[in-house]
């Protein structure tokens, strides 16, 4: 019978009154939040573009790091190759057992000439004239795309010490000085981007409790009439949730405008005015997290405002 009478028209659900008291209360408290609850939205955006700016542009040094380390090159200039370099038992096989060594090729006098006639165009035409071919041979050693600049720099002593090497020639300078502002990057970055967070966190706390203290003489009379405890706690902490959450999304949309895929005049601007080109797009898991790293930021306030 009873279950009949819920049902009929006109019949009275408390769910659905309680939820929508549960959604007007959260609302009501968002307002109630003031200045701290303005602050949170602007720090949780804050705190998501500065991760996320942080980890485009590393993923953009990455990018142009795996480039260049492409063309990467140690040349070891040899005396004698002896008859037979590329033999098993040859020069070029006992530097590629080396370790970091991905591949080596030998380049022999008369290719070395072949491929400086080539780099030189029309300008090339007196090595014919010459009564000998002066290039000595080398080796051409491509190191493995793991190596840091310290282990760079051991493989061209290695390479130094092995017999038949007068020279080892490298230009791999640029790759300390890389990974220094890449680690500089990642630690400022993300240093940056925690104060941030946690600057969100407390003014997400207090935007809670705010709102808990303004909306004390409702939540009392609700708590008379028999509302249970958890839904009238409930919309101060989905307060929280929702101003992190929007400003959290509010950081990711300004991060997508910087990024290659976003409005050209801002990839313009960015060119023009900061001489940046646009950051590369996060992959979609990166952007979730740094999305649900925002939401957390609130959730986390409003708990720690209900513990105190």
Not at 44 to 54: E, F, K, P, S
Not at 58 to 68: P, R, T, Y
Not at 87 to 106: C, H, K, N, S, T
Request: net charge positive; proline share 8%.
């Amino acid at each position: 019978m009873g279950a009949c009478s819920a049902s009929r028209p006109g019949g009275y659900d408390p769910r659905a009154s309680l939820s929508s008291y549960v959604l007007g209360a959260t609302f009501r408290a968002c307002r109630r939040g003031g200045a701290s609850a303005a602050a949170t939205v602007v720090l949780a955006a804050l705190a998501v573009l500065a991760a996320g700016a942080t980890l485009a542009g590393d993923l953009s040094l990455g990018l142009s790091e795996a480039a260049w380390r492409a063309e990467l090159r140690v040349v070891a200039v040899l005396r004698d190759a002896g008859a037979r370099p590329e033999a098993p038992d040859g020069i070029v096989a006992r530097v590629r057992a080396l370790p970091g060594v991905a591949e080596v090729r030998y380049v022999g006098p008369a290719v070395a000439l072949a491929e400086l006639r080539r780099l030189l165009g029309p300008r090339g035409d007196g090595l014919d004239r010459l009564p000998s071919n002066p290039l000595p041979p080398r080796l051409e050693v491509t190191p493995a795309p793991t190596l840091d600049a310290r282990e760079l720099r051991l493989l061209g002593e290695t390479l130094d010490q092995v017999p038949g090497v007068t020279e080892v020639q490298a230009a791999f300078g640029w790759v300390e000085p890389l990974e220094r502002l890449r680690r500089g990057l990642r630690v400022g970055g993300l240093a940056l981007a925690a104060i941030l967070g946690l600057v969100a966190l407390g003014t997400a706390a207090a935007a809670t409790t705010a709102a808990r203290r303004l909306g004390v003489e409702e939540v009392s009379i609700l708590r008379l009439v028999g509302v249970p405890g958890l839904r009238l706690g409930a919309p101060p902490v989905l307060q929280a949730v929702i101003l992190a959450t929007v400003g959290a999304l509010l950081g990711l949309g300004a991060l997508l405008l910087a990024s290659e895929p976003g409005v050209p005049w801002v990839a313009a601007w960015l060119r023009t005015v900061l001489g940046l080109d646009p950051l590369p797009l996060l992959p979609a898991p990166w952007l979730a997290t740094l999305g649900g790293g925002g939401t957390a930021l609130g959730l986390a306030g409003a708990l720690a405002a209900s513990r105190a």
